[in-house]
């Protein structure tokens, strides 16, 4: 017996299987009326009934008020800072107007690094000791549907109507009602300008071919994030990386361990790009578009012709959080169009704040037209988001893509 | 004749082979707990954890079981990985052994007062953290630096560069594993009493052949625990493979982790670690069998 809602939990969780047992399920104290149904309806069936909705993520006991703190994990270089002074200045400003004390960590340094970390004690319903996590989609999906994430409440949150209307609606989290994006961004070519002039003979790298140019043979590097670096080669392939079969996959794996076997790609990366190209030893790149932004002038970028890929990083409540409540009011505060120009001018990467970039003006007019962080149409319309993957795809993807990268 | 015996002042051999037994006990206590907290336990979940099977009800999840198959499987999947990390560790080491033996020497027999000072610079770089030093690295190899300049220049290189290539690999090796090469190759060299050197040379050893035949022999143990330390160490290392090889230039290590992180896959990347850890095993007991020193066990 199936209802109708809880059909729609199903395809909310996707294919995405939970792990969540229901003897879990029932132990979570904030259970939502949808996961009751589930576990309900799960009683006189099997297990995986009641796995198959999505579970919700015990609450603790919300310290916020009495406690007036919060800790926030982050990527590195992921927030405005000032540089001389080394401190934050949005942050700092958040703090003064509302006297929470804010830990903030920048711990995330990879998706998959970060969930290995924490996995054990969410597994077995333990505080991860952080109130505010940012995580990639496709991880934030995970977290979702494990319920290891807090259901947002957004009456703390009325900032987040100005959340821009592209994505408000997305496959892993409909109704945003778990997460809130923090900056999107582009994966792209980027690359050295005057070496790119000295090498192939030309200031722009338009196509995935002049990367794969014989004379660049050991100056490229890609990024060690699967779904950026086979997002572009299977676009370039001619395929959708939004929508795509495993023939496509296949042949895109074909080609990334050629040019990894040929030493046409010096190494595979994660932050560590943006150093090599720095020092001279690679020319060019894919990497993302931020970070390439924030090198400086004698670097450029751009997405290939055959289309780059987009992915969001998105800010979600782990479970058992004793500062829900703080947590949201930082949510809330981000959301303002103000301090989202603030972050964003340091940052380079897409605000998902609408009318961010009216208060830009007063923020540095200069960046009113960034494309990289306000994208003009076109570059939306070349960017793919990568298709959802359930965990059977994830790991078999994911081991094809690591063979190819010499794991 | 009744011989008179001590009866109450002296305890009986009995006894006092308990009661120093039992001293005996109490000190292996600490460190018995402490290994079988930090040790025992952990590897046995790790050998259990690498018997286990994917759950047949939820994907990514795995159940107890008794799989056999996983360590043929990755056998199979990491061969290459696995000779490499021997390979690019056996170099290391014999390049560390090459460079810290003459050191170690000079420490020990001429350095005369600034010995502390040396032995101090040798652990120095130690103060930094691991990671710092081997990120330093990539500064020093990079394709615009000196040194690659200089070997390019002298067509010194087959690949036009150092950094993300073996060589670069087993340098890092070399230089991050140097001091746990010199410092046991330092305390046995120390212990060589020079009159026995004097004394070769009173019976008309050459200098080379005194070497050979007293101070060599003598050292024996100092090279047998220093290569054990780097060896070991290195055979099984990820960052320096990761952060200046490249994707050829993968270690064993870098395969444990990736099926650690990035698979979640806990049952090859134990069955990996505890293949790792079985076959150093075994190869440092037939090299301590054949260095002839059992007594270092």
Redesign the interface.
């Known amino acids: 017996m199936m209802s109708k809602r809880q059909e729609t939990i199903a395809a909310i969780a996707g294919t995405m299987?939970s792990?969540v047992s229901r003897r879990r399920l029932l132990q979570a104290a904030g259970l939502s009326s949808a996961a009751m149904v589930a576990a309900a309806c799960g009683a006189g069936g099997d297990?995986?009934a009641s796995?198959s909705g999505t579970p919700s993520a015990a609450a603790a006991e919300d310290m916020s008020d009495k406690d007036k703190t919060v800790v926030w994990s982050n990527w590195p270089l992921y927030i405005d800072v000032n540089e001389d002074t080394g401190s934050r200045p949005t942050l700092e400003a958040f703090q003064k107007e509302t006297g929470i004390t804010v830990t903030y960590n920048e711990d995330v340094n990879d998706n998959?690094?970060f969930y290995?970390k924490v996995?054990t004690q969410l597994e077995q319903g333990q505080d991860i000791g952080r109130d505010l996590v940012v995580l990639t989609d496709w991880m934030a999906g995970l977290w979702i549907s494990n319920g290891y994430a807090q259901k947002l409440d957004k009456a703390n949150i009325p900032n987040s109507a100005n959340l821009i209307p592209k994505l408000q609606d997305v496959a892993f989290d409909p109704g945003r009602e778990y997460s809130l994006p923090w900056q999107s961004g582009f994966g792209v070519l980027g690359w050295n300008i005057q070496s790119l002039q000295d090498t192939l003979g030309t200031k722009t790298l338009t196509s995935v071919d002049q990367l794969f140019d014989p004379k660049l043979k050991?100056r490229v590097t890609v990024l060690s994030e699967m779904r950026d670096t086979m997002g572009i080669l299977l676009a370039y392939q001619g395929a959708d990386p939004s929508n795509f079969t495993d023939d496509q996959w296949n042949s895109a794996i074909e080609l990334l361990t050629q040019q990894?076997?040929s030493?046409q790609?010096?190494?595979?990366t994660g932050n560590?790009y943006a150093?090599a190209l720095e020092?001279?030893?690679v020319i060019a790149v894919i990497g993302w578009s931020g970070d390439i932004v924030q090198l400086g002038d004698a670097y450029d970028l751009g997405l290939p012709e055959t289309g780059g890929t987009l992915w969001t990083d998105n800010m979600l409540i782990p479970a058992l959080a004793q500062h829900k409540k703080n947590a949201e009011l930082i949510m809330n505060y981000y959301y303002e169009p103000k301090v989202a120009a603030e972050v964003a001018a340091y940052v380079q990467y897409v605000t998902p704040v609408q009318g961010a970039q009216e208060a830009m003006k007063d923020v540095d007019p200069s960046l009113v037209d960034a494309q990289w962080i306000f994208p003009p149409q076109e570059i939306l319309d070349n960017s793919y988001v990568f298709m959802p993957l359930?965990?059977?795809k994830e790991?078999q993807y994911?081991?094809d893509f690591?063979k190819a990268?010499?794991? | 004749m009744v011989a008179v015996v001590p009866t109450s002042a002296q305890a009986s051999p009995a006894q006092v082979a308990q009661r120093s037994s039992k001293t005996g006990y109490a000190l292996l206590a600490p460190g018995m707990l402490w290994l079988i907290v930090f040790f025992a336990v952990p590897f046995i979940t790790l050998f259990l954890t690498s018997l286990q099977a994917p759950s047949p009800t939820q994907a990514g999840k795995y159940v107890p079981a008794f799989e056999l198959a996983n360590y043929g499987q990755a056998l199979a999947d990491y061969w290459p990985q696995f000779i490499r990390s021997f390979i690019y560790a056996g170099i290391a080491t014999a390049l560390a052994l090459l460079i810290a033996y003459p050191l170690a020497y000079f420490i020990a027999f001429k350095a005369g007062r600034w010995r502390s000072l040396m032995l101090v610079l040798v652990v120095a770089p130690s103060f930094a953290s691991f990671l710092l030093r081997t990120y330093a690295w990539k500064t020093i190899l990079a394709d615009e630096s000196f040194i690659t300049r200089t070997l390019n220049t002298l067509h010194l290189l087959p690949e036009g560069r150092i950094l993300n290539t073996w060589i670069a690999v087993i340098a890092g090796l070399t230089y991050n594993f140097l001091p746990f090469m010199i410092l046991p190759l330092y305390a046995a060299l120390e212990k060589i009493d020079p009159r026995l050197v004097e004394a070769a040379g009173d019976l008309y050893a050459s200098p080379t052949t005194a070497f050979r035949k007293v101070t060599w022999p003598l050292s024996l143990p100092g090279v047998v625990a220093g290569t054990l330390l780097t060896f070991i160490p290195a055979a099984g290392d990820y960052i320096n493979a990761q952060l200046l090889g490249s994707t050829t230039n993968r270690m064993i290590g870098n395969a444990i982790q990736v099926n650690f992180i990035e698979f979640r896959d806990y049952p090859t990347a134990s069955a990996l670690s505890v293949m790792l850890m079985a076959v150093i095993l075994i190869m440092v007991f037939t090299y301590i069998r054949r260095a002839g020193t059992e007594d270092l066990l």
């Not at chain 1, 790609?265 to 595979?268: A, S």
């Open positions: 299987k792990s297990e995986s796995a998959n690094e290995a996995r050991g990894v076997d030493g790609i010096r190494q595979v560590d150093g020092s001279g030893d359930d965990t059977a790991e994911q081991r690591q990268i010499g794991n």
